[in-house]
């Protein structure tokens, strides 16, 4: 038996970075970047065009569609990947949809339902959803629309209301994208409309790309990030990979990104990253930050901040604000940075959220 290559934490973060489009800043919009196959999140509003301006020169370019996609969270995507990400992103079980729904709204009769709770909420949604339309009140249809399991009581307004979780996880599989520059939530059609799914498909190829953005990995690290369990995902673990030792754990990465792996050598240059950047994505947080007290300020129970990026490694963490027309950026380093270089990003930063000015304090 063939014992699976060795790699450290360096050879991943650098093979990470360049997979993740961080390498170099692409001349154009991001419509060819490889982070769009998962899709970039838009957490919170407007993150994802900052995400995208940390790796192309004009972030909002380019043909690109909001929509609740993976765990429900709004990502822009590439249009024509809606069809088949819809089907991808449809639980896989039972057992599965209840997992990715399980709140403490929901009676536990909700559970029972499985993946008629989804079928039930993508199909209201197409019902509803015909126009541009605000989320409470396509919430409030909804609910009147689908079995009474699925909702639960607001004390606050004095009526019944489908679990916001299902509403989002089942947002894509109805048809609905969120208009991206709306002051509120507001849902309207896809055009043209993805079918329903009738069952899951293609999701052995999405988390193919899920390793290839950001494996190795293990099982356990896909399921997190899809919102399941490990034992869903197993049936559809896909069979061309390759296993590799990460400081002596097993994870896995498409077998032909194996040589780029071993290969891998850290990456130049500065970026300030948003919280929810792709490349952030990765369940595996030991990996991307081993320290537990830095780590802590990376992932907090509310209020992420952005972080800084030095050749490939995460080495600080920044915030900002507007103030008139000017961009106030605070950055906390772990390691000594080029302010030079921190400057050119955060002006990135203020252009993308189109302001006219920068001040960085380091």
Known sequence: ???????????????????????????????????????????????????????????????????????????????????????????LSDADAAARYATGQLPKAAAELGLAAFSATAAALREVVRRPTAKGEVSRAVSDLVPPELTYDCKPCGARHISGGLLQLAGLGGGVRLEEDAAKTVLAPIAPRPKQPAKASGTAEFI???????????????????GTTVSAVKPVWPEDLAAVSVDGKTAWLPAEDLDGLLAA??????????????FLQARDRSVLVPDKAQA?????????????????????????????????????????????????????????????????RL
């Open 1 to 91: 038996m063939t014992k699976s290559p060795a790699v450290c934490r360096a050879q991943v973060l650098a093979y990470r970075t360049v997979a993740n489009d961080l390498h170099e800043r692409h001349d154009g919009d991001p419509t060819g970047l490889a982070v769009l196959a998962l899709g970039v999140p838009n957490v919170p509003a407007g993150s994802a065009r900052q995400a995208l301006a940390a790796r192309c020169t004009d972030p909002r370019g380019g043909d690109l569609t909001l929509a609740w996609s993976t765990r429900g969270a709004p990502h822009l995507h590439r249009p024509a990947d809606l069809p088949d990400l819809a089907g991808a992103l449809w639980p």
């Open 296 to 360: 802590k300020e990376v992932w907090r129970m509310l209020g992420n901040p952005g972080v800084l990026l030095v050749d490939g490694d995460i080495a600080g963490t920044w915030r900002a604000r507007a103030v008139h027309q000017r961009l106030e950026v605070s950055v906390t380093p772990w390691t000594s940075v080029s302010a030079a270089s921190v400057q050119r990003e955060a002006e990135t930063v203020a252009a993308v959220r189109g302001l006219g000015s920068v001040e960085v």
């Open 265 to 278: 050598a850290p990456v130049e240059g500065v970026r300030l990253l948003p919280p929810s950047d792709p």
């Open 208 to 226: 193919k790309v899920y390793l290839r953005l950001l494996g190795p990995a293990t099982p356990g690290d896909v399921a997190k990030y899809l």
